[in-house]
């Protein structure tokens, strides 16, 4: 944990619980690789790196694994989660307002903001995950979804800016259920199964730069003209297959010029402001390698070489 410039190091059977009970709002946490017993609820306005999720970017320290779901609450404004990988979901209580929130470059089950609507989260930013599930928005307004491969759907939420994702869902059910008032560009939508899973019960939200597998009902929305139809998703990536998350894929658009917005830049995860980062590794500084020796010398030492990389 890291407190106006002074690090401290937790240690015990529940380091991370120890160090976010000792945490301040504006405190840095960094979490190791491994299974880590959590927290159940965060309160408190910190940032929380892991060592990241992919299998082949944390070869050194192991994946950061929050065995669970992990639930957020009223005091966590400018809370930022990144690099951990949690087996549940990350919900917000109901209700609560926890404004500017950012999950980042993490893989979750699913993502929920429970609620009414009437005290939303505000301009929060869901950017770089892989997300197993759902998204579900019915307490957030004004907030981005942004650069994620979403296995799921996306429900709910007003005023949302939804783009350069990747939407694998290709079954029964809405891929954009209730999202009202939203700018839905520069995305890669797999469901053809029928035209009323695309986009069912959204009003006056905007679609624009989409690459979708079939021609959606337009409903009460504006579809613009610059969207793509009919497109055989196998032939948008350079190696994608099925419809679910892969850490073997590869989502780079196999024509990036073709598939580009009003700006040139190429739509899919890898455009857009915040564009996908390889393996999704964290911005700290990041362990590359690691050897140790398992004995010492004949003068006792042990030789201990570790490369570490900038993000």
């Known amino acids: 944990m890291q407190h106006d410039g002074t690090t401290t190091i937790f240690s015990s059977f529940n380091p991370f619980v120890d160090a976010y009970t000792a945490a301040v709002t504006g405190d ?22 892991g060592a990241g999720h992919y299998p082949s970017a944390t070869l050194a320290t192991n994946n950061t694994v929050l065995n669970g779901g992990i639930a957020i609450n009223g005091n966590a404004d400018n809370l930022h989660l990144e690099g951990i990988e949690f087996t549940g979901g990350i919900t917000f209580n109901t209700n609560i307002k926890a404004d500017n929130v950012l999950i980042k470059r993490c893989k979750v089950l699913d993502i929920t903001y ?14 770089g995950n892989v997300i197993l599930g759902n998204i579900t928005l019915s307490n957030a307004y004004s907030c981005l979804v942004g650069n994620n491969i979403i296995n799921k759907t996306i429900i709910n939420g ?73 497109i055989t998703m196998s032939t948008v990536f350079v190696n994608q297959t099925g419809n679910t ?22 739509i899919g995860i890898y455009g857009g402001i915040f564009p996908y980062k390889a393996e999704a590794m964290p911005t700290n500084p990041h362990i590359k390698s690691k050897s140790i020796s398992t004995q010492t010398n004949n003068l006792g030492e042990i030789n201990v070489n570790i490369s570490v990389e900038a993000q």
């Open 114 to 127: 429970n609620g009414t609507g009437t005290t939303p989260c505000e301009n929060n930013t869901i950017t």
């Open 28 to 49: 840095t946490i960094y979490l190791p690789g491994g299974n880590i017993p959590f927290p159940a609820t965060i309160d408190k306005g910190l940032t929380i790196f």
């Open 245 to 266: 998350f892969n850490y073997s894929h590869d989502y780079h658009l196999a024509s990036p010029t073709t598939y580009v917005d009003a700006v040139a830049t190429q």
């Open 158 to 230: 007003s005023n949302i800016v939804i783009s350069n994702n990747i939407l694998l869902f290709n079954d029964h059910g809405y891929v954009f259920n209730n999202v009202d008032n939203s700018n839905i560009s520069n995305n890669i939508i797999f469901q053809k199964l029928n035209p009323e899973y695309v986009n069912a019960y959204c009003d006056l939200s905007t679609f624009s730069y989409n690459i979708f597998a079939l021609a959606p009902n337009i409903g009460n929305n504006t579809f613009e003209a610059n969207n793509w139809y009919g």
